[in-house]
């Protein structure tokens, strides 16, 4: 079967890379001609552990290959997949105009039976509207083509997406004929055989499956950050509040951990537009309203207790950040809480030193001169009066504590992630602050 992917992006290449590695024949089209060439020559334009192998080894097998030109790529193809990027408009909503142009182009382009299908996460009833973008382009034609519209949204974790791909939970996939829904079946017939489920479904429920779950989880993440504060407050510990409610199976003990708030390409993103997409069914979420308010504050907690240590004045003080994409094992620094904590030291007056084991190069788009890129933790720490503990990449879990206390003007430990020890850390003579116990406020 050959598969035409849409969108060359987080989500685009590593489905067309795992689809290649289960024998499909994939061609993955951008319109971004250097990240395509870079591609072409064997350089991935992202970081995501276990990716390069599987490009290079099916790129070198023939099954998977670059372009811009699209026209060039859909002769023979059964399924295309649409993978470009929704990003919130400027209410919220999830702007649909990348989407909607390559509908169009499809149906400009296409010269045979395609399904269609919408991997990129897009709102209700937008499969509708695809479906007349393509219509619209071969009636231009004066073409009568068949094709089907599905959606199959994407549900890979940036930092374990190859894995997660490759084993889904599940295969969401909604289909309006049983044409569509063959294909599919048959193109995912490798995950079938190795026991990983496809859920066939409407195109609404496929549609709504992804931003209910994204918003589910980002929920978890709020409920648990809103109970961490109260933790603090009333003199409990959320480490152990979290182990004795997780050890329900009704709860789970799974994405259950307080921090400093939820970032990234999607969760903020989905959970506006489900909020949106509420408002335009005359419907108002209030626990999605809520789920986001929390996450607001959230971003601002570590600053607010940092400013809280200094009694407000942190003006020439320097401070270690470390880790600074929105969560380990990625580069992607999308909506990262770090860059509200880093913005908020530095109009603070404050001088800021970081590090992140591989999110440097993408975050100096962000951050640009404004702070100092170390060339690891313990240079980060050099002098500084704090260190701010933000992603929980592997490489910060064991510091050497002696040799941080020596580099530093005073141990000083805010724990972003609640990932040390701080009974330990204070024995060790570091006033430590984490999120959500006593030592926490
Ligand atoms: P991305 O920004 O990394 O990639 C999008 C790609 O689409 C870019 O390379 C861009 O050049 C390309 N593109 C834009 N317009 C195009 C066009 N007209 N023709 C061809 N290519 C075009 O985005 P992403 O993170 O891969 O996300 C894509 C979609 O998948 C979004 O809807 C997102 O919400 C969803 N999603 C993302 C994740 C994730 O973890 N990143 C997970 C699940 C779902």
């Known amino acids: 079967m050959k598969v035409v992917i849409v969108g060359t992006g987080y989500v685009g290449l590593v489905t067309g890379a795992c689809l290649a590695e289960v024998g499909t024949e994939v061609v993955c089209a951008d319109v971004d001609a250097a990240k395509i060439a870079r591609l072409q020559n064997g350089i991935l334009p992202i970081y995501e552990p276990g990716l390069q192998e599987i490009v290079m080894r099916n790129q070198q097998g023939a099954r998977l290959s670059f372009t811009t030109d699209l026209a060039a790529a859909l002769p023979k193809a059964e399924v295309v997949f649409i993978a470009v990027g929704t990003p919130?408009?400027?209410?919220?909503?999830?702007?649909?105009?990348?989407?909607?142009?390559?509908?169009?182009?499809?149906?400009?382009?296409?010269?045979?039976?395609?399904?269609?299908?919408?991997?990129s996460t897009v709102p209700v009833g937008t499969a509708a509207r695809v479906n007349r973008a393509i219509k619209e382009s071969l009636v231009a034609r004066r073409l009568i083509l068949d094709y089907d519209v599905a959606s199959n949204p994407e549900f890979l974790k940036e930092g374990a997406a190859?894995?997660?791909?490759?084993?889904?939970?599940?295969?969401?996939?909604?289909?309006?004929?049983?044409?569509?829904?063959?294909?599919?079946?048959?193109?995912?017939?490798?995950?079938?055989?190795?026991?990983?489920?496809?859920?066939?479904?409407?195109?609404?429920?496929?549609?709504?499956?992804?931003?209910?779950?994204?918003?589910?989880?980002?929920?978890?993440?709020?409920?648990?950050?809103?109970?961490?504060?109260?933790?603090?407050?009333?003199?409990?510990?959320?480490?152990?509040?979290?182990?004795?409610?997780?050890?329900?199976?009704?709860?789970?003990?799974h994405f259950l951990y307080p921090g400093i708030g939820y970032g990234g390409s999607c969760f903020p993103k989905d959970v506006k537009a489900l909020i949106q997409t509420g408002r335009e069914y005359g419907y108002q979420l209030?626990?999605?309203?809520?789920?986001?308010?929390?996450?607001?504050?959230?971003?601002?907690?570590?600053?607010?207790?940092?400013?809280?240590?200094?009694?407000?004045?942190?003006?020439?003080?320097?401070?270690?950040?470390?880790?600074?994409?929105?969560?380990?094992?990625?580069?992607?620094?999308?909506?990262?809480?770090s860059l509200v904590l880093i913005n908020s030291l530095l109009s603070a007056g404050a001088i800021v030193s970081v590090y992140d084991p591989v999110a440097m190069e993408e975050a100096l788009n962000y951050l640009g001169s404004n702070v100092t890129f170390a060339d690891n933790m313990y240079s980060a720490a050099e002098d500084a009066a704090a260190v701010l503990l933000v992603t929980e990449w592997n490489t910060f879990r064991m510091p050497d504590w002696a040799r941080l206390q020596g580099l530093m003007q005073s141990p000083l430990l805010f724990d972003g992630r609640n990932i040390y020890d701080d009974v330990q850390l204070v024995k060790q003579g570091f006033t430590y602050y984490g999120i959500g116990n006593a030592a926490a406020t």
């Open 286 to 337: 209030r626990i999605l309203d809520a789920v986001e308010a929390v996450n607001e504050d959230q971003k601002r907690l570590l600053f607010q207790k940092v400013l809280r240590h200094f009694d407000g004045d942190i003006r020439d003080k320097k401070f270690a950040v470390w880790g600074l994409s929105f969560k380990p094992n990625t580069d992607d620094m999308r909506e990262a809480p």
């Open 88 to 119: 919130p408009g400027e209410d919220g909503s999830a702007d649909l105009k990348y989407v909607l142009q390559v509908a169009s182009q499809i149906g400009q382009l296409m010269d045979h039976y395609l399904v269609v299908v919408t991997k």
């Open 162 to 253: 190859v894995n997660d791909f490759l084993k889904p939970d599940r295969i969401v996939v909604g289909v309006n004929t049983m044409r569509a829904r063959q294909t599919l079946e048959q193109l995912y017939r490798p995950f079938l055989l190795n026991g990983h489920p496809i859920l066939f479904m409407d195109i609404a429920s496929a549609e709504m499956t992804k931003y209910a779950a994204n918003a589910m989880l980002a929920t978890r993440i709020s409920y648990m950050n809103d109970i961490a504060n109260l933790c603090g407050l009333a003199g409990a510990d959320i480490n152990q509040v979290r182990k004795g409610i997780g050890s329900d199976p009704r709860i789970g003990k």
